[in-house]
């Protein structure tokens, strides 16, 4: 089975922190993605990454930043949290373009920005 | 933009009705399809998808969806829902385009069951 953990399940940050969500599979996948989920909005693409140090911006990459160091981690990074990032972080994986693209989701990342 | 349109937000059944959950994409190319399932409280989870072949495609827990290219649709059907089908369901679309496996996914119907 594949496993996608994500480092934690629920978060509490102050307006102006640097927030870290850290996202782990171990099925030796090379593409990560970083989704925010909030209702009535389905799953929006933050960023996602196709290897290694690589990175393209999804839909809504502003306030955000993501780094892929190893290719089993995925990190989301909020430079400067805001109440507007608010939301359910969801971190997925899925393997090379030969097989059948489907996504493994983490559990989730409850964030809450007072 | 590509993009993919479930047009019911919420949907409220009684246990036994029969469930169709529509789905709708904007792309004349070749595509795949899924349909995921978020239970409270746990992990999004793969129900069905289609690939290529028989357009009607089966699904774990008696659901099934069939692919109609004509009308770029991809509907969620169950022939008897339960309560435990309580849950959200994401339409999603992969577009073979970019070097990732880029998912476009639908805003979600959430469905209601009564007991």
């Known amino acids: 089975d594949v496993k996608v953990t994500q480092s934690s399940r629920y978060l509490v940050k102050r307006t102006g922190e640097k927030v870290f969500l850290e996202c782990v599979q171990d099925?030796?996948?090379?593409?990560m993605f970083w989704y925010r989920q909030d209702p009535g909005l389905g799953l929006r693409l933050i960023y996602f990454?196709?290897?290694?140090?690589?990175?393209e911006k999804g839909d809504i990459p502003e306030g955000y930043s993501v780094s892929r160091e190893k290719k089993e981690r995925f990190s989301l990074i909020l430079e400067s949290a805001s109440t507007n990032q608010t939301s359910m972080y969801l971190c997925?994986?899925?393997?090379?373009?030969?097989?059948?693209?489907?996504?493994?989701f983490g559990p989730g990342t409850r964030l809450t920005v007072t | 933009a590509q993009s993919v349109s479930q047009h019911n937000h919420h949907v409220i059944l009684s246990e036994a009705a029969s469930l169709e959950l529509g789905c709708n994409y904007s792309?004349?190319?070749?595509?795949?399809l899924f349909w995921y399932v978020q239970y409270p409280g746990q992990h999004l989870q793969l129900l069905l998808k289609?690939?290529?072949?028989?357009?009607l495609v089966k699904g774990i827990k008696g659901f099934e969806a069939e692919f109609i290219k004509s009308k770029f649709s991809f509907n969620l059907r169950k022939p008897s829902v339960q309560w435990s089908d309580t849950a959200e369901y994401f339409c999603?679309?992969?577009?073979?385009?970019?070097?990732?496996?880029?998912?476009?996914f639908g805003s979600g119907t959430r469905l209601s069951i009564r007991p």
């Open positions: 999603a679309v992969t577009l073979p385009y970019s070097s990732a496996s880029k998912i476009i």
């Open positions: 990454s196709y290897d290694v140090k690589m990175k």
């Open positions: 997925a994986s899925v393997g090379d373009r030969g097989t059948s693209y489907e996504q493994y």
């Open positions: 792309y004349g190319g070749t595509v795949n």
């Open positions: 099925m030796d996948h090379e593409n």
């Open positions: 289609y690939f290529s072949g028989d357009p």
